[in-house]
């Protein structure tokens, strides 16, 4: 059973920073793609961000330029920089790891954008 564990979120000032991580266990299989959804109260879940195994990744228009989807030197592992902050970020951020057909969602982090 694969698990997910995210940490970074927190409050912020618009125009700061944030970097959240997440780190999947429990996969036998190299070949995934993992990324970030999030999703703010009375709204549907968003997709963010994703990379591949590989390193191809794919944006949200609305953070293209402010945030970077990166892979971890460790397996399985993936960060999302994200700079530029503006209030209409604020949301819960959710971590996603895609293998087989299959998806696998962290518990969510809070990320508050506020002056």
């Known amino acids: 059973q694969v698990q997910l564990v995210e940490s970074g979120g927190g409050l912020v000032q618009p125009g700061g920073s944030l970097r959240l991580s997440c780190a999947a266990s429990g996969s036998r299989f190299r070949i995934n793609v993992m990324g970030w959804y999030r999703q703010a109260p009375g709204k549907e879940r968003e997709l963010v961000a994703s990379?591949?195994?590989?390193?191809?990744?794919n944006y949200a228009d609305s953070v293209k330029g402010r945030f970077t989807i990166s892979r971890g030197t460790a397996q399985n592992t993936v960060y999302l920089q994200m700079n530029s902050l503006k209030p209409e970020d604020t949301a819960v951020y959710y971590c996603?790891?895609?293998?087989?057909?299959?998806?696998?969602w962290g518990q969510g982090t809070q990320v508050t954008v506020s002056s």
């Open positions: 990379i591949t195994s590989g390193g191809s990744t």
């Open positions: 996603i790891f895609s293998q087989v057909g299959r998806n696998y």
